[in-house]
């Protein structure tokens, strides 16, 4: 009989999974008072924006966010693909941690827009091809975690939500087209763009360093819910080992 | 994963020889629902009931019937096709149906291609009869376009039908399959979907053939590369 997993890495120990889980909180809670320091920064030494007026400070916290939502979606898509490739089951729990943290920061970037919307646009919502494709790209994740909440077996549910990575990442292309022939009506990029930024100095020295801070979070998160996943295969093997030796002992009864 | 093993049954890994072996996979699905007849009767009184349930959720004094009946024609099929994709691979979970298909010397592809064929004949089947009941009951004139409109459905169905060929196979491992089938399924039919709705539209209106060009060569590139996919990846979910 074998301990050991098929990628040929031993199976996690509950001490190792705490180790990581401790780990991961640490790196957290920095990057949860860096981001409060990112709003210190953002409403008491960054200038109010001219239109907009302070409605603009969400802008902070929703493009992060949404930087941190496409980012561990695409990672997913990434890691599923060299799941099927490699076999090795840690990418398959960074799909996952990676994932659910999407889906939280997909969350949160779905609720901070429409407040913005509101007294900008004059409306909640609207289908503008970036919203639409953010929206699909959440429900999208909100099914891949449905998914693997519905699996059992676990090396199924891994190559089950590998399929799904790796067929979410080649769809985003297509809605994107889709959609895109909707007139457009979200803000256009003012960072990431073929010319040079045009945001004012302030407001980008701000944006960066809370894109850094949600970045960090992001990490923290990620490490937490990869223990928390070490720690449900610790539980299993446990219960795995404790069967067999039960068999065992029948058979020499 | 574990290493997929080399195709069995030698001359099957032949082109020709994979359609041919993809084709009895279909015809022995195929053979199956006409003689139960279950699951097809099924899916097409759904999809009678739907187009007449909504010519009810409209108020005929502000909306004329022609402006929704896109939306309304491809909302069918939709739920239609998801109805009847959901039995591809719930036939083979009774008696272990599945393992025996898989035991049999016939490359992956071949069973994905089979399936996804016994699938495309069955919502195609759905859509033939939904198709004139929607110009019955919605009063519409296909006009001179409508082979284009029949291009129009077959691409759109050639799409998704791949994407739900294979989730059906995942599902059927769920506890609640029906549901989580439409969850999946649904992101990935947004593109054929709103290709599918918007050259329809244009088409029922009359407008030139060039306005629609761009959407169809949208729902092509789509079904190019989701049938592609789909049949390659095929083996990731089946083999263990």
Redesign the interface.
Known sequence: MTVVS?SGTAVPTLERAARVVRRGWAVTLVALLAAAGVYVLALAFTPIEARQGLAQKIFYIHVPAAWGALSAFALVGLASAL??WL?DRRLDRFAEASAEVGVMFAAVMLTTGPIWGKPIWGTWWTWDARLTLTL?LF??F???L??RA??Q?R??RA??S???G???L??VP??H???Y?FRTLHPQPVVLKPSAPSLPGDMLRTLLISVAVFTLLYIGLVMVRYGVGLAEEARESEHELAARAEELHDARA | ??ERPAPRGGAGAASGGLLRLALTVAAKDLRMELRSRTALLSALVFAALVLVVFNFARDPTRLAAIDLAPSVLWITFAFAAMVAMNRAFHVESAHAALDGLLLAPVPREAIFLGKYVANLAFVGAVEAVALPLFILFFNVDLGPHWPAVLAVIALATAGFVA?GT??SA??V????AEL?LP??L???M??PL??AV?ATSRLLAGRPLSEVV?WLR?LA??DV??VT??TL?FA??VD?
């Open positions: 098929d799941y099927l076999g699909f429900f999208l909100v099914g891949y449905a998914l519905a699996l077996d090396e199924e190559r089950f590998a399929v799904v790796i067929m979410g080649l769809l297509f809605i087209l889709s959609v022939l | 994963m574990a994407v294979i989730f995942m599902v491992r769920t506890r609640f989580m969850v999946l649904l992101p990935f947004v593109p709103t290709g918007q761009g949208l590139v789509y590369v989701f996919l789909a990846i990731a979910v263990e």
